[in-house]
């Protein structure tokens, strides 16, 4: 994989190379790019940056001869064949210039977002948190700024534009978790939702809205999407109702756990590691084949001794009976499990990481395991494979465990049984299976970037591009717009 660095390096040779491929067209027209870069052992799915001078604004007038390599898709073919016209073409975005109050003023105010916090820290850095020192790429990145890390990415998107009427989708940097998460505890549901029927009076009064009524738009929330669900105005009921409000019902969420509606998508927690190159992700994902790990499985969390159905307190049980697994306890206060290095040891030492549901059915800590190279061992299938469709590949069996819940509440499983039962050859394959997911579900740091892969973002924004085109071509062919949009979908979960 040393090789891939040196081609993206090396801009001017990659350049002169493919022009004499350019000449000899019928050669380029049957390269096998894979070739070039080296193979694809790692089967990572990267793209050196289509556009080796970054600039944001010039995004309409993109330079043929920074595109470089991509993955080998058909979309890719039909790159290869637009070779000098606008590469950009389908992937535009138009970002839409929010009132401050939305989203630059909830970052002013950080210090009061909520009272038993300061959220300046975990917003610091574009929303990646405190650098760690001395480790570069490594930040102490909080679980609930998504958000503020999507909206910094897109900022130096290549495709964006201040020409709406090129967009393919247009993205509202609306901060609806920080927004929500000052009044969830303690206020009545007009506070919550003040700030949801503003923004969409002032979105739905805007002219992109007119074009598809909000079919091409979406918005990030750092948070849960039940968080953005509230289904009564009883005041007793959790969370805002902004994805029932009449305008969202026509958008869609991106989230790090979608609800059973299906304008509802999920994409990955944060994690502490935002690289800036494809090569530091390689020596990380190199480290982690060779970490020798100690313990058979891990388990970093709490209890939840108020929910009848939680499994958590039986598998901590079982965790401290058995000297083959690691026991991060996070009780109240217990820092540790928001310390990077603690987690990413914990996790580095084990063979599995067990992901229980907790308050709701997603971790971040799934994939803080996969990051250290942790196979995970998922209970529920919403927890993961009903989730993050765009991100993890459906060969679940390849990359985790499943324990059905019942089985461990019911006691029928011990969880170092069934994890002893897998050979052993089978544990370093799934392991190199999840070692090579680990450039899809990290969030590349912005704040430097010049060559690129293809990260958690960008697969993403290719779930949300390809998902406008659909709706536009339906309602091009006469259907109803609304399929796809706000129904609950019962088989998800
Ligand atoms: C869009 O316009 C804003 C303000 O005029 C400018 O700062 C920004 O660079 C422009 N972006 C693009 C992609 O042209
Ligand atoms: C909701 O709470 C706010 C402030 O906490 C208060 O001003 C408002 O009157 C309350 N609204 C209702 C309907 O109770
Ligand atoms: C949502 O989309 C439908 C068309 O599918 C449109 O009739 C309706 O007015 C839109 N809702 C809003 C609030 O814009
Ligand atoms: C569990 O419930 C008790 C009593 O209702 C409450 O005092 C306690 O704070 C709850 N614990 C947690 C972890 O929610
Ligand atoms: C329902 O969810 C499943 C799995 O998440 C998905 O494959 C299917 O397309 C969804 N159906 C609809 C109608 O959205």
């Known amino acids: 994989m040393e090789k891939i660095l040196s081609v993206g390096n090396c801009h001017n040779q990659l350049w002169f190379v493919l022009l004499i491929s350019f000449l000899l067209s019928l050669i380029l027209l049957l390269f096998d790019r894979t070739a070039l870069i080296g193979g694809d052992q790692n089967g990572i799915t990267f793209l050196v940056n289509n556009f080796v001078n970054h600039h944001p604004t010039q995004t309409r007038t993109p330079k043929s001869f920074d595109y470089v390599a991509s993955t080998s898709t058909t979309e890719d073919k039909k790159e290869t064949k637009s070779f000098g016209s606008d590469l950009c073409s389908g992937r535009y975005i138009y970002m839409h210039d929010l009132p401050s109050q939305f989203n630059d003023e909830l970052l002013k105010n950080c210090h009061s977002l909520i009272t038993w916090s300061d959220m300046c820290p975990a917003l610091s850095n574009m929303g990646l948190g405190p650098r760690v020192e001395n480790n570069p790429g490594w930040f102490v990145t909080n679980q609930f700024t998504l958000e503020v890390i999507f909206h910094n990415r897109m900022k130096h998107y290549k495709c964006l534009t201040n020409d709406s009427s090129l967009a393919s989708a247009v993205y509202v940097p609306f901060y609806a978790g920080l927004d929500v998460g000052r009044f969830l505890w303690g206020f009545n549901i007009s506070v919550r939702d003040a700030s949801s029927y503003s923004l969409l009076k002032w979105l739905a009064g805007k002219p992109e809205w007119g074009r598809m009524w909000g079919r091409d738009h979406f918005l990030v929330g750092g948070r849960i999407s039940w968080d953005f669900r509230r289904q009564t105005d009883d005041d007793s009921d959790w969370g805002s109702k902004l994805m029932f409000l009449p305008e969202s019902k026509n958008m869609t969420l991106l989230s790090i756990e979608s609800s059973s ?44 001794p108020n929910a009848t159905d939680s499994i958590r307190s039986e598998l901590i ?123 899809r579900i990290v969030y590349a740091d912005s704040s430097s970037r010049r060559e690129t892969f293809e990260d958690a973002f960008d697969i993403a924004v290719k779930g949300v591009l390809e998902r406008v085109e659909r709706v536009r071509r339906e309602i091009e062919e006469g259907e109803d717009p609304s399929i796809g949009f706000s129904e609950l979908n019962g088989t998800k979960f």
């Open 261 to 304: 509606w299906n304008n509802d998508f999920a994409i990955p927690y944060p994690t502490y590691f935002h690289p800036t190159k494809i090569n530091q992700v390689i020596r990380w994902q190199k480290k982690m084949r060779k970490t020798k790990r100690r313990y058979l499985f891990a388990f970093a969390g709490a209890p939840r």
């Open 317 to 439: 049980d079982q965790c401290k009976s058995s000297p083959t697994c690691n026991f991060l306890g996070c009780f109240d206060g217990a820092s540790k499990c928001d310390d990077p290095a603690n987690v990413m040891k914990a996790f580095q030492s084990s063979v599995f990481c067990l992901q229980p549901p907790g308050d709701s059915y997603t971790r971040r800590s799934t994939f803080d395991s996969i990051l250290a190279g942790c196979i995970p061992v998922f209970f529920h299938v919403g927890s993961a494979y009903a989730q993050y469709l765009w991100h993890l590949p459906k060969t679940y069996t390849e990359y985790s465990v499943m324990i059905p819940l019942d089985d461990v509440k019911e006691k029928r499983a011990a969880v170092n049984e069934r994890l002893l039962r897998i050979p052993k050859n089978k544990v370093l394959a799934m392991r190199e299976e999840v070692i090579k997911l680990i450039p």
